[in-house]
């Protein structure tokens, strides 16, 4: 990794758990039915902060973010035809990796591959881009990729799970499945792509699963006995949804940073990317697309907010850190923060006993048996119920 890099998170090696911050013990906590108030706001306070004072807290990282060499190493990237994804999936690309685009729509992808090879007709460059479809409003269609990608035997080094949808004032939708799509396609889904990719993760390894969350997890909590909250003990709005499902990811990530074997080597970590002007906000009302468009100064660009990704996906001190992590039996998985430096996600995401409740219940939910992790470490069959096949 070139100094560079190192430097955008640190210049000695990463920080161990009780330097991050704030906190939460690890230990068992009384089952609550929401945040208390105190959480609730600090968890707009976090919000508030990072909106106002981002630009200038990661001033230090260059943009865009210098990368190294990734010859033969392979990336899958969700959500890579708009936004962050974009940038994600481009600069891997341009860095020399083979970049697997999984997406919903195909030949957008390549449209811009091409695009991106007429770019650099000059240099000489040939990018090693390809495209994959993959819709993440469809458990069967996220089965269907993972037995495709397996099949070929390849290893895998880095997933990144960046494909998200936040519809802000729009009402509650269900996806096919049965279940909200917030919770679907920002928690569900790549959970269940993770660890259905697990075969080929092992065979890449040290290879890395990055979830690309947000700052909003601050004021989600999950109820895993109404994940798709349609029981009316809590009134629906797009925003506790969003927020719901990036907690859950949190969470759900956190149990599965715990239960891998050190010796699997694949590190597990979520990224905020800070607040950003993407496609994640094409739903928002006019007014707040409009107001979007008047404080360019306090929001990132999508090259910006793709930095902290980047990071968390090639720099060679992170799989340092979340084993770090690991060693110290630290509560939560890694948490990468938009100015490319580990903080803490929120104090509800160290509640051990909603994080197993939460890993429980989204196995249940994803079709996968309560034993599914250990028999794919172990090399096993495992049987998806939205599949006929085993992985």
Not at 148 to 172: D, K, M
Not at 339 to 365: F, G, I, M, Y
Request: aromatic content about 8%; some cysteine.
């Amino acid at each position: 990794m070139t100094s560079s890099v190192a430097a955008a998170g640190s210049s000695s090696s990463p920080p161990p758990p009780s330097a991050l911050g704030g906190g939460g013990d690890g230990g068992r906590k009384e089952r609550k039915e929401a945040l208390g108030w105190i959480e609730w706001f600090r968890g707009w306070c976090a919000i508030v902060w990072e909106f106002l004072f981002q630009r200038i807290a990661a001033s230090h990282v260059e943009n865009p973010l210098p990368l190294p060499p990734l010859d033969d190493v392979t990336c899958i990237v969700t959500g890579a035809t708009s936004g962050i994804g974009l940038e994600i999936a481009r600069q891997l690309a341009e860095s020399g990796a083979h970049v697997v685009m999984a997406v919903r729509r195909p030949n957008l992808a390549h449209e811009l591959i091409q695009k991106w090879q007429n770019d650099k007709s000059e240099s000489g460059l040939l990018l090693n881009v390809e495209v994959m479809e993959l819709d993440l409003l469809s458990l069967d269609s996220i089965v269907r990729f993972a037995e495709a990608w397996n099949a070929r035997n390849a290893p895998l080094h880095v997933l990144i799970n960046n494909a998200g949808i936040f519809s802000i004032g729009e009402p509650q939708r269900i996806s096919k499945d049965g279940y909200e799509e917030h919770l679907q396609v920002n928690h569900l889904a790549p959970a269940l792509l993770s660890l259905l990719l697990f075969p080929s993760l092992l065979r890449g390894s040290p290879s890395r699963i990055v979830n690309v969350n947000s700052i909003m997890h601050c004021v989600g909590f999950v109820d895993t006995e109404d994940m798709n909250m349609t029981s009316r003990r809590r009134k629906f709005t797009s925003l506790a949804a969003y927020s719901n499902s990036k907690l859950a990811q949190v969470k759900f990530s956190s149990i599965l940073h715990k239960q891998i074997p050190a010796e699997a080597g694949i590190s597990i970590m979520c990224v905020s990317p800070g607040v950003v002007h993407t496609n994640v906000a094409r739903d928002l009302p006019k007014i707040v697309v409009a107001a979007y468009h008047l404080i360019p100064y306090f929001i990132f660009s999508a090259l910006e907010g793709s930095r902290s990704t980047l990071f968390a996906a090639t720099d060679p001190q992170v799989p340092e850190y979340c084993a770090l992590l690991k060693s110290d039996e630290w509560p939560v998985c890694a948490y990468i923060s938009f100015d490319c430096r580990p903080t803490n996600p929120s104090e509800e995401a160290h509640n051990l006993e909603t994080s197993q409740l939460v890993w429980d219940k989204t196995l249940e939910l994803i079709g996968l048996p309560s034993d599914a992790l250990g028999k794919l470490i172990e090399g096993e069959p495992v049987q998806c119920r939205y599949t006929s096949k085993a992985q």
